[in-house]
């Protein structure tokens, strides 16, 4: 049972470059986040999904866009990077429902963007 | 929409108790969650509270009072790996949103 996984673990791009980050789960939880963690900013919700197929805009959704093809796999993706997206990407994914709060956590993405 | 306001550092004594609050201005959610994260790591969860109250899971303990738009942390027998961020996080019932605090730095000191 691995969890969460993110690929790749670091990166560096050039103004402009396009990428796609990995999210893969395997505890069959129906919601997957994206978020970025800048220092001093804490966690800012990028993209989020409730369920295979759907997708929803969070909180920074500018320059980045998201699919859920399939219910294990999130994957997040710069079209023209930008020096302002050097960050670290994290992916987390949860049970629905009202009870279910608990979010798990991937070990993050270091992306540098020059 | 939804935010939420912590300290950004707090320090304590190895051994104390320290108190981390989180103070929230938000529509409606499901509940409040804090969630440890050290240096290079990934955030992991703590606790949460669906109601008011106190709920306590080892030396960790955690309280919300919706009417006060308040929720804490609380963290006994200060141990020098407590050393870490802590965030709280609200769901919004509308949307399944999950939002953040900016997260509060623990220094502990020996």
């Known amino acids: 049972n691995a969890g969460v996984t993110q690929t790749p673990k670091f990166r560096v791009l050039k103004t402009g470059q396009s990428m796609t980050l990995l999210c893969a789960q395997d505890m069959n939880h129906e919601y997957m986040y994206w978020y970025r963690q800048d220092p001093g900013m804490g966690l800012r919700l990028i993209h989020y999904s409730v369920g295979e197929g759907t997708t929803a805009k969070g909180e920074v959704p500018d320059g980045y866009n998201v699919s859920r093809l399939k219910k294990q796999n999130f994957l997040l993706g710069l079209e023209s990077a930008a020096p302002s997206q050097t960050s670290v990407y994290f992916c987390?994914?949860?049970?629905?429902?009202?009870?279910?709060?608990?979010?798990?956590f991937g070990p993050g993405t270091r992306l540098t963007v020059l | 929409g939804q935010s939420l306001e912590q300290p950004s550092e707090v320090t304590a004594v190895e051994g104390a108790i320290v108190q981390i609050n989180c103070t929230y201005q938000?529509?409606?959610?499901?509940?409040l969650s804090w969630y440890q994260q050290h240096d290079g790591g990934a955030p992991t969860f703590l606790s949460y509270n669906g109601l008011d109250g106190l709920e306590e899971t080892g030396r960790f303990s955690s309280f919300l009072s919706r009417s006060d738009s308040y929720g804490y942390l609380l963290l006994q027998e200060l141990q020098m790996k407590d050393s870490a961020s802590y965030f709280c996080a609200v769901r919004d019932r509308a949307d399944d949103k999950i939002i953040f605090g900016k997260g509060t730095r623990l220094h502990i000191l020996p």
């Open positions: 987390a994914s949860s049970y629905s429902g009202a009870g279910h709060n608990e979010q798990f």
């Open positions: 938000t529509s409606g959610f499901y509940g």
